[in-house]
T-cell receptor, first 116, second 112 residues
Framework: AQKVTQAQTEISVVEKEDVTLDCVYETRDTTYYLFWYKQPPSGELVFLIRRNSFDEQNEISGRYSWNFQKSTSSFNFTITASQVVDSAVYFC?????????????FGKGTHLIIQP | DGGITQSPKYLFRKEGQNVTLSCEQN?????MYWYRQDPGQGLRLIYYSQIVNDFQKGDIAEGYSVSREKKESFPLTVTSAQKNPTAFYLC???????????FGPGTRLTVL
């Protein structure tokens, strides 16, 4: 069975600090896909990134970066120079089919609070 | 604008009543999904449909039913058999070209 663990329930930092959100996953498949979504207070989930199990390259997109390590089954998300607009709940998710064709397995989410 | 519409945003029902949540998409996606979110919990899959007239149970299908008569629509019925129906319900569809699920704005259901 697949499982996603986000051990950090809530993180609070002051604006401009760097913050890392942890994600640990479990799966028996050698082919799988990992995702990060952002859920602002409005409730709608916003896609951030998808990574397949064959691509261990880290990715950077502006202030966001992702560190994928198969050896530790982790897919961590770092926000550099955080801003108040980054405040949201962030979910890590796993699928054993491309894009989550059979549905995504989500972690419980990390509530990120950026204080001005 | 292309996207997913869920209506209404807030829904109140009395205990014992069935209620149907609407989900419509104009993205021409084949696959659609229903997830449930409880406070402090991640999203859990209720049902999904990969093609019209076909759907599969997810992890927590008990007490729910769906239909997929049209590609654009995937309504979810919360029946009186669902023991704890109060939750936030999110609908999604899959862009197979980019392997990305797009989510609607959600419906917050409160059963009184």
């Amino acid at each position: 069975a697949q499982k996603v663990t986000q051990a950090q329930t809530e993180i609070s930092v002051v604006e401009k600090e760097d913050v890392t959100l942890d994600c640990v996953y479990e799966t028996r498949d050698t082919t799988y896909y990992l995702f990060w979504y952002k859920q602002p207070p409005s409730g709608e989930l916003v896609f951030l990134i998808r990574r397949n199990s064959f691509d261990e390259q880290n990715e950077i997109s502006g202030r966001y970066s992702w560190n994928f390590q198969k050896s530790t089954s982790s897919f961590n998300f770092t926000i550099t120079a955080s801003q108040v607009v980054d405040s949201a709940v962030y979910f890590c998710a796993l699928s054993e089919t491309g894009g989550g064709a059979d549905g995504l397995t989500f972690g419980k989410g990390t509530h990120l609070i950026i204080q001005p | 604008d292309g996207g997913i519409t869920q209506s209404p945003k807030y829904l109140f029902r009395k205990e014992g009543q069935n209620v149907t949540l609407s989900c419509e998409q104009n993205l021409n996606h084949d696959a659609m999904y229903w997830y449930r979110q409880d406070p402090g919990q991640g999203l859990r899959l209720i049902y999904y449909s990969q093609i019209v007239n076909d759907f599969q149970k997810g992890d927590i299908a008990e007490g729910y039913s769906v239909s997929r008569e049209k590609k654009e629509s995937f309504p979810l019925t919360v029946t009186s058999a669902q023991k704890n129906p109060t939750a936030f319900y999110l609908c999604a569809s899959l862009d197979e070209s980019y392997n990305e699920q797009f989510f609607g704005p959600g419906t917050r259901l409160t059963v009184l």
